[in-house]
T-cell receptor
Framework: AQSVAQPEDQVNVAEGNPLTVKCTYS??????LFWYVQYPNRGLQFLLK??????LVKGSYGFEAEFNKSQTSFHLKKPSALVSDSALYFC???????????FGKGTMLLVSP | NAGVTQTPKFRVLKTGQSMTLLCAQD?????MYWYRQDPGMGLRLIHY???????AKGEVPDGYNVSRLKKQNFLLGLESAAPSQTSVYFC?????????????FGSGTRLTVV
């Protein structure tokens, strides 16, 4: 069965510094990977996805993610963090039946002024 | 466009009561999903549907039932609520499965069972 792991419950970064939120995955075959963001009291919003192609994927709000097949990782990155980036971030992988997504436990990103 | 609309937004139930959560989408999506979100556990799939009249079990289906009588609606029922079902419930939809498009989520229903 497919799975994703987000090893950090919380990531703290100062505004203006680069940020990384980590995700590793386990799946048979080629992975379809996603990042979502959840702001307080809101539903999840799509940030970006990797299906095939370039290992560096660009998404919404200046976020990007780096796919690394050898390390089975799909880390979320941003060159310069904003206080407004503070939110809960979820990594997800598509299942082998192509019908559903399996989500990680989430990582809380806190950006301090 | 409304996207994915969940009703109600908040509900408090007593143990043993029943209720139905409604999810409606206006994007003509085939696939619809119910997830629950609990602290430290992320999102876990309860049930899903790949088209009108179909339903399938997810990771945590026990204690829940679903129906997809109309393409735009996906109902989640709790027949006899238990405190363990206290959670935030999210509905999501996708055009043809989460291949190229991922999901569109509703804003959630916060359910407390006392």
């Amino acid at each position: 069965a497919q799975s994703v792991a987000q090893p950090e419950d919380q990531v703290n970064v100062a505004e203006g510094n680069p940020l990384t939120v980590k995700c590793t995955y386990s799946v048979s075959g080629n992975p379809y990977l996603f990042w979502y963001v959840q702001y307080p009291n809101r539903g999840l919003q799509f940030l970006l996805k990797y299906i095939t192609g370039d290992n560096l994927v660009k998404g919404s709000y200046g976020f990007e993610a780096e796919f690394n097949k050898s390390q089975t990782s799909f880390h979320l990155k941003k060159p310069s963090a904003l206080v407004s980036d503070s939110a809960l971030y979820f990594c997800a992988v598509r299942d082998m039946g192509y019908s559903t997504l399996t989500f990680g436990k989430g990582t809380m990103l806190l950006v301090s002024p | 466009n409304a996207g994915v609309t969940q009703t109600p937004k908040f509900r408090v139930l007593k143990t043993g009561q029943s209720m139905t959560l409604l999810c409606a989408q206006d994007m003509n999506h085939e696939y619809m999903y119910w997830y629950r979100q609990d602290p430290g556990m992320g999102l876990r799939l309860i049930h899903y549907s790949v088209g009108e009249g179909t339903t399938a079990k997810g990771e945590v289906p026990d204690g829940y039932n679903v129906s997809r009588l109309k393409k735009q609606n996906f109902l989640l029922g709790l027949e006899s609520a238990a405190p363990s079902q206290t959670s935030v419930y999210f509905c999501a939809s996708s055009p043809t499965g989460p291949g190229g498009y991922g999901y569109t989520f509703g804003s959630g229903t916060r359910l407390t069972v006392v």
